[in-house]
């Protein structure tokens, strides 16, 4: 069974920086888009940053587009997000997620691959 792993979350003050990571158990996405979404308590996941397969194309939510970088390593089979300049309002859990259809999607239903989340916290 192909699983997700992320790492990278931790507690920082507003207008730092963290990277996450997720890394795959197996090669099976390294032609697929990969995403990362978001969870706040009491809100719906939401879609943060999304990166095709040969990483040409990269989608990203609005308010977090000039802040966060999303990038893949198909040799480790890995992606990355990038985010600086972190605000209160980015706390959530972060969760990496894959699909194996081409096309970057922003809905959550469309991705069967999830990895188990990660906490980011924002605060002074």
């Known amino acids: 069974q192909v699983q997700l792993v992320e790492s990278g979350g931790g507690l920082v003050q507003p207008g730092g920086s963290l990277r996450l990571s997720c890394a795959a158990s197996?090669?099976?996405?390294?032609?697929?888009?990969m995403a990362w979404f978001r969870q706040a308590p009491g809100k719906d996941r939401e879609f943060v940053a999304g990166?095709?397969?040969?990483?040409?194309?990269?989608i990203y939510l609005t308010p977090v587009k000039a802040r966060f970088t999303i990038s893949r390593d198909n040799a480790k089979n890995a992606i990355y997000l990038q985010m600086n300049n972190l605000k209160p309002e980015d706390t959530a859990v972060y969760y990496c997620?894959?699909?194996?259809?081409?096309?970057?999607?922003?809905?959550?239903?469309?991705?069967?691959?999830w990895g188990q989340g990660t906490q980011v916290t924002v605060s002074s």
């Open positions: 990166i095709n397969g040969s990483a040409t194309s990269q």
């Open positions: 997620a894959a699909r194996t259809t081409v096309g970057i999607e922003i809905e959550p239903s469309e991705y069967a691959y």
């Open positions: 197996e090669r099976t996405f390294y032609a697929y888009p």
